[in-house]
């Protein structure tokens, strides 16, 4: 089965706070890629990071980092130092087997806020 | 770089009544994505196209879902009759190729459609 968990629903901070956003899945596939995408309440869908499944290494980008591990078949991602602009919904992402058609397998979300 | 366009932004219409919407990929993107996305839930892809040909039309009420590409650029999405579960955000994705390596899509604002 292919499937994408994200078991926070919510979560409330207060700015300048670290949060993680937990995102565990499930595939057979032995190539796949994995995608983190905000969406803030404007409503657009932006792309924030694609991870394919041979590349372990975490990633940084500014205030933003990502921690995979195919041990436990998750990709968490965690916010530094969050800010009121971070508040949105975050969506996890799976694409099996690589290189063809197959669709996205997405997470139901993990709504922020990220109060001052 | 011009991102994807969708218009309306907002619709609202009587259950039984048509509504179409429209899409413009990015400039290049080969393929293109409608997703239908209910409130607290993530995008459910509606129909791929790849150019001008249906990729994948699985998840598609073809009994009242129609969409089209005719010159695998702009693309329309039309429902008719529409019915109350309609009522969801529907966003447009484009990605350079569905096979290749950069496989982020990106989307559109969205058109927030309300059936009553």
């Known amino acids: 089965a292919q499937k994408v968990t994200q078991a926070q629903t919510e979560i409330s901070v207060v700015e300048k706070e670290d949060v993680t956003l937990d995102c565990v899945y499930e595939t057979r596939d032995t190539t796949y890629y994995l995608f983190w995408y905000k969406q803030p309440p404007s409503g657009e869908l932006v792309f924030l990071i694609r991870r394919n499944s041979f590349d372990e290494q975490n990633e940084i980008s500014g205030r933003y980092s990502w921690n995979f591990q195919k041990s436990t078949s998750s990709f968490n991602f965690t916010i530094t130092a969050s800010q009121v602009v971070d508040s949105a919904v975050y969506f996890c992402a799976l694409k099996p087997d690589a290189g063809n058609n197959r669709k996205l397998i997405w997470g139901l979300g993990t709504s922020l806020a990220v109060n001052p | 770089e011009a991102g994807v366009a969708q218009s309306p932004r907002y619709k609202i219409i009587e259950k039984r009544q048509s509504v179409a919407f429209w899409c413009n990929p990015i400039?290049?993107?080969?393929?293109l994505y409608w997703y239908q996305q209910i409130l607290g839930q993530g995008p459910k892809l509606l129909i791929q196209?790849?150019?001008?040909?249906?990729?994948?039309d699985s998840q598609l009420p073809k009994d009242r879902f129609s969409a089209e590409r005719l010159k695998g650029v702009d693309s329309t999405l039309k429902i008719q009759p529409a019915k109350l579960e309609d009522s969801a955000v529907y966003l447009c994705a484009s990605s350079l190729s569905a096979g290749s390596l950069l496989y982020e899509q990106y989307f559109g604002p969205g058109t927030r459609l309300t059936v009553t």
């Open positions: 196209f790849q150019n001008n040909g249906v990729v994948d």
């Open positions: 400039s290049g993107h080969a393929t």
